[in-house]
């Protein structure tokens, strides 16, 4: 079975539309993670949801908004979606908060904006 | 500025050869080092996590050192193998949940 699986793997829509990606993990961790990796592969978190609370949230644009169902799921929401938001986003999930625990990492969902 | 940044940008080697990637970092305070393996069109996975008291550590093939005095991270690949092609890359923890990741070093095993 799948850790971390994210939906959809590919994503093509046009600047201005409003879209939103999956993601659920099975492994019963507390604390999940969405990243973001632009074109020159840096990885940047974005957000992390530990029991439904966000407790970190970089700088980034309040177009982007995780929402998070249950312990399992963080969905990443964009609304008025610009050519810079493409990129490949990555959610990711670790048994607790910090960075001590190893994180999983979903297989990536590659996000193009035309 | 905490920043990771890795060496070669990319390499090729043949089948069976060995090979070395160089993570160099001016993140501070100082945690943890990661490497992790990212396949093509795959999410990161992690290969092995040091501590400040640990100079080497191995998983397999994948040997990783740290040098915490010279802020340096090395990862030996002994008699790789086709299924090594992959990026890989060195996560440095910083202050607080702070992950500072590097760019990258993208590997390509030739038969």
């Known amino acids: 079975d799948t850790a971390v699986s994210q939906t959809p793997k590919y994503l093509v829509t046009q600047m201005g539309n409003d879209k939103s990606i999956k993601c659920e993990q099975n492994l019963g961790h507390d604390t999940m993670y969405w990243y973001k990796q632009d074109s020159k592969k840096f990885l940047k978190i974005m957000f992390s949801?530990?029991?439904?609370?966000?407790?970190i949230n970089e700088t980034v644009p309040n177009r982007f908004s995780p929402k998070s169902p249950d312990k399992a799921h963080l969905n990443l929401h964009i609304n008025s979606l610009e050519l810079g938001d493409s990129a490949v986003y990555f959610c990711?999930?670790?048994?607790?908060?910090?960075?001590?625990?190893?994180?999983?990492f979903g297989p990536g969902t590659r996000l193009t904006v035309t | 500025k905490n920043q990771v940044e890795q060496s070669p940008q990319s390499l090729i080697i043949l089948e069976g050869k060995n090979c070395t990637l160089q993570?160099?970092?001016?993140?501070?305070?100082?945690?943890?080092l990661r490497w992790y393996k990212q396949d093509t069109g795959r999410g990161p996975v992690s290969l092995t996590i040091?501590?400040?008291s640990e100079n080497t550590k191995s998983n397999g093939r994948y040997t990783a050192t740290l040098d915490a005095d010279t802020k340096q991270s090395s990862l030996h690949i002994t008699a790789s193998q086709l299924s090594d092609s992959a990026s890989y890359i060195c996560v440095v923890r910083g202050s607080n949940y702070q992950l500072i990741w590097g760019a990258g070093t993208k590997l390509i095993i030739k038969p």
């Open positions: 993570c160099n970092y001016t993140v501070s305070p100082f945690s943890n």
């Open positions: 949801y530990n029991n439904k609370e966000l407790i």
């Open positions: 990711a999930s670790s048994q607790r908060q910090g960075t001590s625990y190893e994180q999983y």
């Open positions: 040091m501590t400040f």
